[in-house]
T-cell receptor, first 116, second 116 residues
Framework: AQTVTQSQPEMSVQEAETVTLSCTYD???????LFWYKQPPSRQMILVIR??????QNATENRFSVNFQKAAKSFSLKISDSQLGDTAMYFC?????????????FGQGTTLQVKP | DTAVSQTPKYLVTQMGNDKSIKCEQN?????MYWYKQDSKKFLKIMFS???????INETVPNRFSPKSPDKAHLNLHINSLELGDSAVYFC???????????????FGPGTRLTVL
């Protein structure tokens, strides 16, 4: 069974600095998709970034980028120039490439506090 | 303008009652989901429907029954509510789990259910 692990329950960063959130996963599949979702205090789940496993290039969305290491089964999220609005819980998630159910498997989440 | 809406946003009820949570999406998506987020913020999928067909049915007590009258709506009915059912329930939708490719899911605002 696939699993997703986020080993950092809580992290903090000063405004304008860079922070990296870790995520590892376990799977026997070769094709799959990875996502980072953000859940601010408002509770709304928001997609931050996604990565297809068959793509070697790391995904980037403005200040957010990932370091995807397929062999190591690692998918970390880097937030550059942190802003107060980045304060949220971040969830790493995995979607199997087979089965076509769209099922997302989530990690335990990392609470990020951006300090002024 | 709301993409995925849920009603109600808050639900407080007594143990043993039966309650329903409604979800609607106006994105034209084919697939809808129900997730449960527990008190430790762990997110787990419960059900998924693709074009009114049940495609994911995780290990969930049979007191929980999803119903999809059409592909824009997915409701969750819970019978004989128990204290352990207290959680935040999220509805989500995506373009179509069976189309292949990364399946970006759009989440509703969540329904906080409190069972007393």
């Amino acid at each position: 069974a696939q699993t997703v692990t986020q080993s950092q329950p809580e992290m903090s960063v000063q405004e304008a600095e860079t922070v990296t959130l870790s995520c590892t996963y376990d799977t026997s599949e070769s094709n799959y998709y990875l996502f980072w979702y953000k859940q601010p205090p408002s509770r709304q789940m928001i997609l931050v970034i996604r990565q297809e496993a068959y793509k070697q290039q790391n995904a980037t969305e403005n200040r957010f980028s990932v370091n995807f290491q397929k062999a190591a089964k690692s998918f970390s999220l880097k937030i550059s120039d942190s802003q107060l609005g980045d304060t949220a819980m971040y969830f790493c998630s995995y979607e199997p490439g087979s089965g076509n159910t769209g099922k997302l498997i989530f990690g335990q989440g990392t609470t990020l506090q951006v300090k002024p | 303008d709301t993409a995925v809406s849920q009603t109600p946003k808050y639900l407080v009820t007594q143990m043993g009652n039966d309650k329903s949570i409604k979800c609607e999406q106006n994105l034209g998506h084919d697939t809808m989901y129900w997730y449960k987020q527990d008190s430790k913020k762990f997110l787990k999928i419960m059900f998924s429907y693709n074009n009114k067909e049940l495609i994911i049915n995780e290990t969930v007590p049979n007191r929980f029954s999803p119903k999809s009258p059409d592909k824009a709506h997915l409701n969750l009915h819970i019978n004989s509510l128990e204290l352990g059912d207290s959680a935040v329930y999220f509805c989500a939708s995506s373009h179509g789990a069976r189309r292949g490719g990364p399946n970006e899911q759009f989440f509703g605002p969540g329904t906080r259910l409190t069972v007393l």
